[in-house]
């Protein structure tokens, strides 16, 4: 497989895991250029498990961050030591990251993802459940936070942090939240009012053309070769 970047992402990349957390691997890779011009399109994603590793196909993950798509974003704003692939044309994905995002775009993909997670939280009651439930529910209260910090400090500054201030302070969200889920909901709501209240650093709409040319930059590279 022609995998261009790839690297860890998930709660080891945030500064979140604990021992025994799993460690996610994310990554963009390019299909053969003659195999898309065939009567069967290849795969666009892999995903596996043990490892867990999902790879998405250069042109889906184009379309995906120029969506805003928070967990496709991260890949490339990691810090450089949690690389383990890296390509030319991977670096020059990384070149053009600032150009993939907008505003809009940025506030309703990390509001959206947030209110996805508080939904979740909510759907599960008082917090009378089981163990591994509870575990799940501030597991997911930890990334309600996350996605609301990352994706605001992203829409006012043009800039994504990976790694979370004071990790402590998520885990004792989660915590809070496991016990009542109603607890996330002053959080979701102050966010909503920030985002509303902020002047974004970025455009409103994503500059598609570097993208482009990328993207022209990757089938041009992997036909010649074939």
């Known amino acids: ?18 021992e025994g ?15 898309l011009h065939g009567l069967h399109a290849p795969k666009e994603s892999h995903v596996t498990t043990h490892p867990d590793r ?34 030319p044309l991977g670096d ?3 070149g053009i990251r600032s150009s993939l995002l907008s505003a809009k775009r940025v506030r309703d993909a990390y509001l959206g993802y947030a209110t996805q997670q508080f939904k979740r939280l ?26 609301c910090h990352q994706g605001f400090d ?19 969200f989660g915590e809070e939240v496991a016990a009542d889920a109603m607890a996330a909901l002053p959080m979701l709501t102050r966010f909503e009012a920030l985002f509303e209240q902020t002047r974004s650093a970025l455009p409103e709409q994503p500059d598609e053309a570097p993208a482009e040319a990328w ?12």
Request: charged fraction near 30%; hydrophobic fraction near 40%.
């Open 122 to 147: 909510y759907d599960r009651g008082d917090g009378s459940f089981s163990a591994d439930t509870r575990k799940r529910t501030a597991k997911h209260a930890r990334h309600l936070r996350r996605l």
């Open 154 to 172: 992203l829409y006012a500054t043009g800039r994504l942090a990976i790694r979370v201030d004071d990790p402590e302070a998520y885990h004792r």
């Open 92 to 94: 020059e994905l990384i």
């Open 54 to 87: 999902t790879l998405h196909e250069a042109g889906k993950w184009c379309r995906l961050a120029l969506g805003g798509n928070p967990t496709v974003m991260e890949l490339v704003w990691l810090p450089d030591e949690l690389y383990e692939v890296r390509t």
């Open 1 to 18: 497989m022609n995998v261009l970047l790839s690297g860890i992402v998930g709660s080891t990349a945030y500064g979140l895991a604990h």
């Open 215 to 226: 993207l022209r930059r990757v089938r041009a590279h992997f036909y010649a070769r074939r």
């Open 21 to 35: 957390s799993d460690i996610d691997r994310l990554g963009v890779f390019a299909a053969d250029t003659g195999d």
